[in-house]
């Protein structure tokens, strides 16, 4: 990369972190503190309200970045961003958990992923494009792990209204970051999508990476619905879950650094992808084994693996769609797949909230196993681009195969 690819990679992962970490700083303790509000005895009505967000960015998600083509990439981030500091201060002032589901709609009303990830494409070449995506797609997951060391403790210290404080801070600390540190963007942009929707959808290499990030998501947020409660019944009081969290996130980046990265280098990067989704899956088969009534040490060595899986997930597949998607598409293709992972966030919170609610902890991670397992079968036929082989390559030889 050369100076101005830096700054751009750099900034644009930022604001991408420092936004998710704004989504995801509520996520491991809310059905906690929900609790304490009007309404917040009701799993479903809980379930809503984590998921909410990902409804609201789904639906905005090709509008705003349909916008950016038109009024340029940073007005419109600046706008989304605004939005969602909005809806958390709607949050820090929410009497009952009725208002907390407005606030996060409201949240996720400030669609920005689009926006980021064109505006990222049109600040680098083709060569480094996938490095840069790489960081965008890495940062997602290591907020989602300081999230889950960090909201424990603040929560114990300032409640959920405070978490609500803390990530309208970052709303605007990342409003700061694209006016004055971002480079700026170009006049005519790089990526205008010119591909239809159906080009995407017609191409089997991306259908499935769409299937998997919304399964991930939904599966991601729906064992956080009932996972918090298990740690409380197997002792660990809220303010410590931390203490479980931060070793196994630890580790888990440890294993990726010497699993992941190698690998793909030596062109293993398909069997390193099926193996982490079958791992997501052994975890929520596991954890339907031992919930309600699990051990400390058993929710520990689940949630490691967790994170080993979900970490290589969520770093290597922001990376494929950019490499697999068709020039002349990028802009769609990246538009339908960020719309997918915010549906699935949707999905996870709600359905898992009513899984919660009527068949219980055991039933609701039976389900994400399932779902785990269906991914697996979809994206069993996969062949990632390598040094040998273009994307172009790629997505010919699968629509011959298909």
């Given at each position: ?342 549906l699935g966030l949707f ?23 399932a779902m785990m397992v ?29």
């Open positions: 990369m050369n100076a101005l690819e830096r700054r751009a990679s750099g900034s644009l992962a930022l604001v991408f972190a420092a936004r998710m970490l704004g989504l995801f700083l509520v996520l491991p303790v809310f059905a906690l503190e929900a609790a304490r509000y009007p309404g917040g005895t009701d799993p479903a009505l809980v379930g809503m309200a984590m998921g909410i967000y990902g409804l609201t960015q789904g639906v905005l998600q090709i509008p705003y970045g349909l916008a950016s083509d038109r009024f340029g990439r940073k007005r419109v981030i600046v706008l989304g961003l605004a939005v969602f500091a909005a809806g958390s201060l709607l949050g820090v002032w929410a009497p009952t958990l009725h208002w907390l589901v407005v606030a996060r709609a409201l949240q996720g009303a400030g669609a920005i992923s689009a926006a980021v990830t064109a505006l990222l494409a049109d600040l680098t070449r083709d060569a480094v494009r996938t490095k840069a995506m790489a960081m965008v797609g890495a940062s997602i997951g290591l907020m989602f792990a300081v999230s889950l060391v960090a909201a424990p403790a603040l929560a114990a210290h300032v409640g959920l209204s405070g978490l609500f404080a803390v990530t309208g801070a970052l709303a605007v600390l990342c409003m700061a970051i694209i006016g004055w540190w971002t480079p700026a963007e170009p006049r005519v942009h790089a990526n205008v999508p010119r591909g239809r929707i159906a080009d995407v959808l017609a191409l089997p290499a991306l259908v499935r990476l769409n299937v998997g990030v919304f399964v991930l998501h939904a599966v991601q947020l729906a064992m956080w619905v009932s996972l918090p409660a298990l740690l409380v019944q197997a002792g660990v009081a809220k303010a410590d879950h931390w203490k479980v969290y931060l070793p196994a996130v630890l580790a888990s980046f440890v294993v990726m650094g010497f699993t992941l990265f190698p690998l793909e280098r030596r062109g293993y990067l398909r069997a390193v992808f099926l193996a982490a989704i079958g791992l997501v899956g052994l975890v929520q088969l596991g954890l339907a084994l031992v919930a309600p009534h699990a051990g400390i040490a058993a929710l520990a060595v689940l949630l490691f693996l967790f994170f080993c899986g979900f970490n290589v997930l969520e770093a290597t597949q922001p990376s494929l769609a950019s490499r697999l998607a068709p020039a002349h598409a990028r802009g769609t293709a990246m538009g339908i797949y960020n719309t997918l992972q915010s999905a996870g919170g709600a359905v898992g909230g009513w899984l919660a609610k009527h068949v219980g902890m055991a039933g609701l991670f039976a389900a994400c196993a269906l991914w697996l079968v979809v994206a069993w036929p996969m062949r990632a681009p390598g040094r040998a082989a273009s994307a172009e390559e790629v997505l010919a030889e699968e629509a011959q195969a298909t």
